[in-house]
C-alpha cells in the first residue's frame, strides 16, 4: 500500500481538491485516493457480490472524480459515497440483475436493498 506523504494529513479535502482542479497535482489527487479508497470500496463491497466488480467500480469512481472534480462543493466523502452507489448499482444492472430498481439517491438504498431481496 503506498505511504502517505509528510504534512498532507493537515491539508482539507476540499483543499486538495482545489490544488488538483487548479494545477492537476498528482500529489494532492493520491492523497484524496489513499484518504478514501478504502470508503469507497467498502461502498462498492456492500452492494457488488464481485470483490473484482467492486475493485473495478472503486477504480471508475476515482476517474470520475478526476473527471468532474469541479462539481465537488461541499463533502468530498459524501459525493464519493453517492457516487459509489450509483456505479455500484449500475454494474449490477449491467452484469444482467434484472431485479435492480434505479436509485438516485443513498437515502433510497435501504429501500431499494429490499426491493432487490
Known amino acids: 500500500m503506498p505511504r502517505r506523504e509528510a504534512?498532507?494529513?493537515a491539508i482539507s479535502d476540499l483543499t486538495l481538491l482545489d490544488k488538483w482542479?487548479?494545477?492537476?497535482?498528482a500529489r494532492s489527487f493520491r492523497e484524496i485516493a489513499l484518504?478514501?479508497?478504502?470508503?469507497?470500496?467498502?461502498?462498492?463491497?456492500?452492494?457488488?457480490?464481485?470483490?473484482?466488480?467492486?475493485?473495478?467500480?472503486?477504480?471508475?469512481?476515482?476517474?470520475k472524480l478526476a473527471e468532474n472534480s469541479k462539481r465537488v462543493e461541499q463533502s468530498l466523502p459524501g459525493w464519493l459515497h453517492q457516487l459509489a452507489v450509483?456505479?455500484?448499482?449500475?454494474?449490477l444492472r449491467m452484469n444482467g440483475a434484472g431485479n435492480v430498481v434505479r436509485v438516485r439517491s443513498p437515502r433510497r438504498l435501504c429501500r431499494a436493498r429490499n426491493r432487490l431481496g
Open 7 to 9: 504534512g498532507m494529513n
Open 21 to 25: 482542479n487548479s494545477s492537476r497535482d
Open 35 to 63: 484518504r478514501h479508497s478504502s470508503m469507497v470500496y467498502g461502498t462498492c463491497r456492500r452492494i457488488l457480490a464481485s470483490a473484482s466488480d467492486a475493485e473495478e467500480v472503486t477504480q471508475d469512481c476515482f476517474l
Open 86 to 91: 450509483r456505479l455500484s448499482l449500475n454494474r
